[in-house]
């Protein structure tokens, strides 16, 4: 007879979460967030990029590994539905979305061009590609970056860190000056809303 978890583990004890761990997260959290004040002006000019290229008729393409990827998603598919407010819908990709063109340029080409080969397909001058990355240092991105700028797009990273690799070498770029993974998504994901709020307001109905 298959013995229950509570009987191979022994008494259950109750687990109690160390608040004080949780509270200088929150803390750490809301400093990363408030150290953007600094970088409106950065923000601002990415939002006005990607509302020149929309309307001018170009889309955008976004990119990342991880929760990065997660974070290329969450901008595209905003732009294509809506952030807010009901508007005409915006041409956007993110190129970590179609797990069928991944596998076959990673299993073809290898996993460095997963992101390059696409663009070098679906990329035109005056497109806007949106690369986050925590370290700035993915090979897969620096490859982005590199076609972005050959292809004519109009290159933003939003980084972490010292901005890694990739700083320096995009037309628009933010780098979130924490060493947290965590910390660095979270200024990220309201980077990006920052962005689409700005996006939506050039685009409302």
């Not at 990363?32 to 950065?42: C, K, P, Q």
């Amino acid at each position: 007879m298959m013995q229950s978890i509570e009987q191979k583990r022994g008494p259950m004890t109750a687990f109690i979460a160390d608040r004080s761990a949780l509270e200088t997260s929150i803390r750490d959290s809301a400093r990363t967030v408030e150290s953007l004040l600094a970088e409106a002006g950065r923000i601002a000019a990415i939002g006005e990029a990607l509302v020149t290229a929309l309307r001018a008729g170009n889309k955008v393409l976004t990119a990342g590994n991880g929760g990065s990827a997660a974070e290329a998603l969450h901008m595209a598919e905003e732009l294509v539905g809506r952030f807010k407010a009901n508007r005409v819908s915006l041409p956007a990709v993110s190129l970590a979305a179609d797990c069928t063109a991944l596998t076959c340029i990673g299993n073809d080409y290898g996993y460095d061009e997963v992101f390059r080969r696409q663009i070098e397909g679906l990329g035109k001058a005056g497109d806007v590609l949106v690369l986050f990355s925590t370290s700035g240092n993915a090979q897969n991105l620096s490859l982005a970056l590199q076609e972005g700028r050959r292809k004519g797009l109009v290159v933003v990273a939003l980084l972490g860190r010292d901005g890694g690799k990739l700083a320096g070498k995009a037309d628009r770029e933010i780098v979130v000056r924490s060493q947290e993974t965590a910390r660095i998504q979270e200024a990220h994901q309201v980077i990006l809303h920052l962005v689409l709020e700005i996006v939506e307001a050039a685009f409302a109905r």
